[in-house]
């Protein structure tokens, strides 16, 4: 099972930033997909982005041109940039890898966007 941990999290006002990482236990670069999921209370889970092994990104329709996912291989990290961000962005952020042997998730991390 490959660790991950997430931070970056926290409060911030509407139209503020922050930036989320996820660091691996191990090297990245076999994972076919990684990506970032959030879940609000009372919310099911939802995909925020991902990327592939590729470098194709996808995003969900809510966070597109405003949330920004990339990799940096040689520290096994991934990370989220989100930008004008809104209430409803509000959630616990989750990291999650997928490969041929993994299905990993990180514990979390919380962000709270203030009106």
């Known amino acids: 099972q490959v660790q991950l941990v997430e931070s970056g999290g926290g409060l911030v006002q509407a139209g503020g930033s922050l930036r989320l990482s996820c660091a691996a236990s191990?090297?990245?670069?076999?994972?076919?997909?990684i990506g970032w999921y959030r879940q609000a209370p009372g919310k099911q889970r939802e995909l925020v982005a991902d990327i592939t092994r590729g470098g194709q990104t996808n995003y969900a329709d809510s966070v597109k041109d405003r949330f920004t996912i990339s990799r940096n291989y040689a520290r096994s990290t991934v990370y989220l940039q989100m930008d004008s961000l809104k209430p409803e962005d509000t959630a616990v952020y989750y990291c999650r890898i997928v490969s041929a042997y993994h299905d990993d998730w990180g514990q979390g991390t919380q962000v709270t966007v203030s009106p």
């Open positions: 191990e090297n990245i670069f076999s994972i076919n997909t």
